[in-house]
């Protein structure tokens, strides 16, 4: 996205939560956010956009399940789940970790 503006990213980054289902959609929104909560200006903005509780939403446990069947079946789409995953995880600690 060649967008810099943290908010308008960060409200496309709860619409694409919202619907999307995993695979590389779920990979590039997890990118994005990891991107914007690097930098701490950004913390309060995804708290107030409710990204956290999204956050914690997609990585439920049935998408840990469904990320564990992906790997017992060597399916493809098992990489870009993990690693979204992953920057998910990197983004809510990023925006929890504050001194406010």
């Known amino acids: 996205l060649e967008v810099k503006e943290p908010i308008l990213l960060a409200k496309l980054a709860r619409i694409i939560l919202k619907v ?51 790997v017992v079946k060597g399916a493809e789409q098992c990489e870009a789940e993990l690693d979204a995953i992953v920057f998910l995880s990197g983004s809510l600690k990023n925006c929890t970790t504050d001194n406010e």
Not at 37 to 43: G, I, L, R, V, Y
Not at 51 to 61: D, H, N, P, T, Y
């Open 20 to 70: 999307t289902k995993g695979g590389p959609n779920l990979l590039s929104v997890s990118k994005l956010l990891f991107r914007l909560s690097k930098a701490q200006t950004n913390d309060k903005l995804l708290r107030d956009e409710g990204l956290c509780e999204q956050i914690l939403g997609a990585m439920s446990s049935q998408r840990l399940e469904s990320v564990l069947g992906y």
